[in-house]
């Protein structure tokens, strides 16, 4: 079968084939590229169509590539390393401009904090045009690594060893409920009445969900969720049918404001944490980084 000629091969098919590719499953290249697993099945069943040949062969193995899927992966491999020279080229050329200020935030931070701190810096700032991308904390910390962020947040129990840090806001998880769930009117929670409720849960790799299980792991309490969620107010809409989250407190302060949610704390168990702007002290930040990092610094320290 000839390979059509009319339609581009679209980079997020050829990262999602060669993710596929290196991890020799499907769900491991959703786990590198910080997406579904079906959105991942997806850009690759896209790319073969478009070139008009199989490149995976699924089974219960994994995946490992066809002949074609051999002869496409080094190309492909260059062209999307050509793209973020590319990408990267311009991005520096943007900085020095002193125009572009590229951030990325993990879900809570990038939510409910940093639109308002942005807003606050551009009365200091106004010609900087900033970018956020919202990802977990683990996605923040690729971000950096991979120079598609200048400035990241993080609220997770990642390793963040080589980097430098500001605590910019201190935080706790709570339980959350609809306000007609049995348990509205508690003033707190053991931690092993848990284990008898529905469990309505950010999906793996949250800095929320992992703070929380870390927590009640270590008064020995484990909960399974019953239901995986990829954002918080995909959790905070579906414990309307029931259940219990862990989520934020500054995540569901509107919601607690308007009555439809109510936070309960758990007894006995520490659940505050740290939210942290962090930065690679390796690379030099632009004019417009450099004076958000000093922002940050002087007017989001937490005190106290």
Request: net charge positive.
């Amino acid at each position: 079968m000839g390979i059509p000629q009319a339609n581009p091969l679209a980079s997020p098919d050829l990262a999602a084939f060669v993710a596929a590719f290196e991890a020799s499953s499907m769900r491991g290249a959703a786990d590198a590229l910080d997406l579904t697993q079906s959105a991942v099945t997806k850009r690759v069943a896209a790319l073969e169509r478009r070139v008009g040949v199989a490149l995976l062969e699924r089974g219960r193995f994994g995946v490992r590539p066809t002949a074609a899927g051999r002869v496409l992966y080094p190309e492909a491999k260059q062209a999307l390393a050509a793209l973020r020279d590319a990408e990267e080229a311009l991005a520096d050329h943007r900085r020095e401009a002193g125009e572009s200020l590229a951030l990325a935030a993990s879900h809570t931070v990038g939510e409910f904090l940093v639109p308002g701190w942005l807003a606050s810096f551009r009365v200091q700032a106004p010609a900087v045009h900033a970018q956020v991308a919202i990802v977990n904390s683990t996605g923040v910390l690729a971000a950096l690594r991979e120079r598609r962020a200048e400035i990241g947040f993080v609220e997770g129990l990642d390793a963040l060893d080589g980097l430098d840090t500001i605590t910019v806001q201190r935080d706790e998880v709570v339980v959350v409920i609809a306000t007609a769930h049995r348990w509205s009117r508690r003033r707190s929670l053991r931690p092993q009445e848990l284990t008898r409720e529905r469990y309505v849960a950010r999906e793996e790799g949250s800095g929320t969900r992992t703070v929380a299980a870390a927590a009640l792991a270590g008064v020995g309490v484990e909960i399974a969720p019953a239901l995986e969620l990829a954002s918080t107010e995909g959790v905070k809409r579906a414990l309307a049918s029931g259940g219990f989250g862990l989520l934020s407190r500054l995540a569901v302060e509107t919601e607690e404001r308007s009555g439809a949610l109510t936070a309960v704390p758990l007894r006995d168990l520490q659940l505050t944490r740290e939210l942290r702007a962090v930065r690679d002290p390796r690379r030099t930040l632009s004019p417009p980084a450099e004076r958000f990092w000093a922002w940050l610094g002087e007017s989001r320290r937490p005190r106290g």
